[in-house]
């Protein structure tokens, strides 16, 4: 699996995006007190917090702004455990309370295990009831009996800690191979079993998407890599989205980091003139910026960015999350977490209660049109990975 891990789809979520982020010595400030939590509804609506996904009889209930756990797989610096369970820990209690993994992100899975158990014994049932476990199953192409889907879920199950996983999410590798349909079948009956809540998929394009539903398998989302620099989702898949009512969930949204104050106004085709592109997400969105436009049109949007920012008192990140979640068949968005390393709980919360208005609106798109078409470099959403 590590050649998966070493270029796989959403490991992508933001790494080392600045959001403000604070050492682990920060670890003793409880950042539940001055907050906005997902769950409070005291202080906003439900509807720009919290989200149902869903399809006929499933449906799961999530925040809107994800936390992406692919940082626990190696490349961002060593994870420690306790560390990175007690950090899990304060993005719940600040209301973070969804995360997302998979099954081959290094110890994500049993991280989440350790954490759920914490929560079920040292908080309050409410808070149990809002935390969210997705996960993802990555398999190789062999062929998907109805042994084989169990056997891998099961491991999923006892890693989590759980006796239904909240949902999974499916990545096939090869098209030209159907047994995907297979796979998700025999999904589709764990659910019915309860051993999965809801059946999603990952990185699928729009042509498969509505195979799939035509061969009625109640899929809820679809998680895509989705930035202000990478609109194809809007482009087909968000239409298909509305007329099914199934949903996108977003990675890539910050970019690993590149949309950040950190990259303003840098060239990094100077060695060590400016930042390092460090990191396996900094490098996979680098190639999205250079497919998209080069660095010195990023910069230009990164600009266009900053004016917003300061103008509602945020960050560029905040802004650039805000404007994916505001697209239309988009459920959330993924923010990466360095459990233990660095923390961004106040700028993630700043998200939800950024209302970008109209001019910020065009301003953005603005900015965003300046680039290249990505549907017509690289394909529809996941085209990235099954092209040579």
């Known amino acids: 699996m590590a050649a998966i891990v070493s270029h796989h789809h959403h490991r992508l979520f933001s790494a080392s995006t600045r959001f403000n982020s604070t050492s682990r010595d920060s670890r003793r400030r409880r950042s539940g ?61 600040a209301g973070l309370t969804t995360f997302d993994m998979a099954d081959h992100y290094g110890p994500a899975e049993d991280l989440y295990g350790i954490f759920i158990d914490r929560v079920r014994r040292e908080r309050p049932p409410e808070l149990l009831e809002q935390v969210r476990g997705l996960t993802k199953w990555v398999p190789p192409p062999v062929k998907m009996t109805s042994s084989y889907v169990r056997d891998s879920i099961n491991v999923s199950r006892k890693r989590m800690d759980v006796e239904s996983l909240d949902m999974l999410q499916f990545h096939w590798w090869d098209y030209s191979n159907p047994g995907y349909l297979d796979a998700l079948k ?41 930035s202000l620099v990478d609109m194809r989702p809007q482009q087909r898949m968000a239409e298909l989205c509305q007329h099914t009512g199934v949903k996108l969930i977003t990675y890539g949204t910050v970019m690993g980091g590149l949309l950040s104050e950190k990259f303003l106004d840098t060239n990094i085709s100077i060695p060590f003139a400016g930042p390092a592109i460090n990191t396996p997400s900094l490098q996979k969105y680098k190639r999205m910026v250079d497919a998209w436009g080069g660095w010195s049109l990023f910069q230009g949007l990164l600009r266009t960015l900053k004016q917003v920012a300061s103008k509602h008192g945020v960050s560029i990140a905040t802004v650039g999350v805000k404007y994916i979640l505001d697209q239309p068949a988009v459920a959330g968005s993924m923010v990466g977490v360095r459990l233990g390393l660095a923390e961004h709980i106040q700028d993630t919360n700043a998200i939800f209660s950024l209302v970008l208005d109209e001019d910020d609106m065009n301003s953005i798109r603005e900015a965003t049109a300046k680039g290249k078409d990505l549907l017509k470099v690289i394909g529809d959403c996941g085209d990235e990975y099954r092209r040579a």
């Open 186 to 226: 025999h999904l589709t009956d764990l659910k019915e079993e309860g051993k999965i809540k809801t059946v999603a998929l990952t990185n699928f394009d729009t042509e498969r998407l509505q195979i799939i539903l035509e061969n009625e398998i109640p899929v809820v989302s679809n998680q895509v890599q989705h």
């Open 33 to 93: 007190s001055n907050s906005v939590r997902c769950a409070d509804v005291s202080t906003a609506t439900s509807e720009n917090r919290r989200v149902t996904v869903s399809n006929r009889n499933d449906s799961l209930e999530i925040c809107r702004v994800l936390n992406g756990m692919w940082q626990t797989s190696g490349g961002w610096g060593r994870i420690d455990r306790d560390d990175a369970v007690e950090a899990m820990l304060r993005y719940a209690d």
